[in-house]
């Protein structure tokens, strides 16, 4: 992996990409969400083999961040999903919930309406330190300031919410299911990682990641098997002025 290179797009699968493109012990943090239903290109076989090359590529004292969202008729399927990442070897450290301003209305008088998605914060060893006030919120009751810190910042826990703007018809040329961009920052930011650092999302759709990347000064690392979604985060990124050093169209 070249040291200079800051943005790497891959038009390619990404169990095997990785596996091609990346040695052990590369990458300083992973950022991703995995196709939730099959019709997308979900099955038990891609999450086992791909938890196990973020496990492989992803430095020692590392985080990997797996968003994953709810499925009406599989509803256990993102806390198995975050299993397969433990059986790969990642300690599962915290559960946060992205609660959105938006939701598809629910028919019937069965269920409520959606509101939520998980976020699995995943460790590969534990002499790591997040920087949690890099996404500080103010406190609420103003005499804590000082208590732990003299600043009107508080760690924000495990409930994030983060709104998005709804797609309209003529915005379609980004992804279906593209998580807002204030959603990797997060992580990143979390992650307390340096600028410059490797940052890797196997399944990239429009590159959201990358974008946060960019803005954070970090290295993005970004795989998509679908060409057309490849090609709207290709020109996203290249519409912020990112330069890509490697592009590979499959
Ligand atoms: C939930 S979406 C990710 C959306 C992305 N976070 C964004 O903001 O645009 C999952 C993506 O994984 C892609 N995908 C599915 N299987 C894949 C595979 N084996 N290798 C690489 N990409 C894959 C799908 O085409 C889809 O774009």
Redesign the pocket.
Known sequence: MKKKCRLQLFNE???SGIRRHFDDNSIDLIVT????KEL??FSWT?IKNIALQCYRVLKNNSLCFVNFGHLAGYKSRPFQVAMEFKDAGFEWIDTITWVKNHYTPVQGNKRVNNLTEFIFKLAKGNNYSLDRLAIGVPYTDKSNIGRYNDKDLRCPGNAWFIPYKTIQRKEQKY?K???PVELPRRCIKLSGIPKGSFVLD????????GVACYELGMKFIG????KN?FMIGKNRISKLGGNICKLQIG
């Open positions: 699968e990404c169990v969400s995995p196709p939730y997308d290109g891609l992804h299911d593209r998580f196997p399944f990239g759709g429009s590159m959201t990641t795989f998509e098997i679908d979604t």
